[in-house]
Structures are given as C-alpha cells and as structure tokens.
C-alpha cells in the first residue's frame, strides 16, 4: 500500500471511530450505564458505617470488580450494535463505498468502542481513585495500573466480538463471546490439568487453546490489589504487545471474513 493509500485509510478508519464514539455517548443506553456506576462506585463510602475503618483493599478490589463487570456489559452490547445492526438496515453499504476496504471500516467500528470505553473507564476510575484518596488520604497507584490491565482485557474481548459478528448473528455472537471469556479465564487450570494427568491429548488441546483463545488470566488484578504488588513495567509492557498482537490478528480474521460476505 502507497503512502497516501495508507494516509487515506488511516483517516477513514478514525472518522468512523470518532462517529461511532459520539453514537456510543448519544445512546440511552449507555447513559444508563453511566448513571447506574455513579451509585453503586459511591457505595464504598458506606462500609465505615459501623466505625470498622476503612478497608482500603476490599474497597479497591471491589471498585475494580464493579467496573471491569460495567465495561463487560457495554463490551458485549455496543460491540454487536456495531456491525450486526449496519447489516441489517442495509446502512453499511454506506460506509463501505466510502471506505477503502472492509477492513478499514472494522478498525474503526473498533476504534469507536475503544474510545468509549476509555471514557467510561476514565470516568469511574477516576471516582474510584478520588473517594480512595479522600478516605485513606494517600494516593494508590496500583489503581491506574489495573485500570489500564482491565482496559486491555476488555479491547481483546471487544476484538472478538467483533470478529464473531462479521459472520454470525447476535445469539451465536453472545454466546461463543461468553464462552471463550469462561475458557479464557480457565486456561491456567486446564494447562495444569493437562500436566497432572500427563496426557498427550490434553496437553496437545491446551497448547492448541492457549495459541487460538485469548488467556484472560493474564489480566486478574486481584492478587496484585489485595496483595499490594507492584507491577513490573516490562511485564505490562509485554502484556500490551500481547494484547495489540492478538487484537490484530482477531480483527484480521473479522476483516476477512466481511471482505467474503454477501451483504
């Protein structure tokens, strides 16, 4: 691709993540989101009620809990309102004649849901951050670092989502979509299942399951929280590269699968 074939592409894939951003803002939906988090992250100021003391990790881990769950919520949701609903009213005819491939509309549908995501992540992580730090009256900075751990795992997901709803519909989207989540939270144990049993056929299924899905443990941040360990920046530095490598190569196979459907 030529310089200005990429330039073009690039700017096309960011105008359809910028529309898709103030779709996502504009949606009743996910205004009910925002409302229902203010709530319920406020909460935490409850748990001194019977002069107790603050408990910092359960509250941090909790908050953390609570907006990973929310961002999975909008994940599943706004993903599939992305291509599935463009299908259906015919309305993606409209993008794609102005976009150089589908692949280029699939970026930036993704990009769309990102950039919400990062709002939304923002915002509540950043009231997590404020009621911490009024209450225990030091700074937590674990709190960005799983912020940003949860924000990876929710753009993996929303890459798979969005790949599964390039050529199937919502019910099979959601469901493939929840169980590849569940498995990719239980690889570790499969993987040590597989050593314990000392099965070639299990071991061959676990190195095939942790090269295709997606290993979700990867970003608990449980321990980290509750445990007060600090996190290594070559460790989150390779986390990313991990993250943005398997976001590319699910997008990919979502593009490709657009690109042969008749639409």
Avoid at 139 to 155: R, S
Avoid at 186 to 193: E, P, S
Wanted: glycine share 8%.
């Amino acid at each position: 691709m030529q310089h200005g074939g990429f330039k073009s592409s690039c700017l096309t894939s960011c105008s359809i993540a910028y529309y898709s951003f103030l779709e996502a803002l504009r949606n009743r939906l996910f205004l009910g989101v925002i409302l229902l988090a203010i709530p319920l992250s406020s909460a935490a100021w409850l748990l001194d009620t019977y002069n107790l003391g603050f408990q910092v990790r359960l509250v941090t881990d909790a908050g953390l809990t609570l907006i990973s769950l929310i961002g999975l919520l909008v994940v599943l949701f706004f993903s599939l309102d992305q291509i599935i609903p463009d299908i259906e009213r015919r309305t993606i005819y409209f993008v794609i004649t102005r976009a150089p491939s589908r692949h280029v509309y699939m970026a930036g549908r993704f990009g769309g849901i990102g950039l919400t995501l990062l709002f939304l992540n923002a915002f509540l992580g950043t009231m997590l951050f404020v009621i911490l730090r009024m209450r225990a009256g030091v700074w937590f900075p674990e709190v960005p670092v799983a912020m940003l751990m949860i924000y990876l795992k929710q753009l993996l997901l929303v890459s798979i989502v969005m790949m599964l709803a390039a050529f199937s519909t919502k019910i099979i989207t959601v469901s493939l979509s929840v169980l590849i989540y569940v498995i990719g939270h239980g690889l570790d144990i499969f993987r040590m299942l597989a050593e314990r049993k000392g099965s070639w056929l299990l071991g061959w299924l676990a190195d095939f399951f942790i090269f295709v899905l997606p290993d979700f443990s990867l970003y608990e941040t449980r321990v980290m929280v509750m445990n007060e360990i600090p996190a290594r920046g070559t460790a989150m530095v390779l986390l990313a590269l991990y993250t943005f490598a398997a976001i590319f190569f699910y997008l990919s196979l979502g593009g490709a699968a657009l690109e042969h459907r008749d639409l």
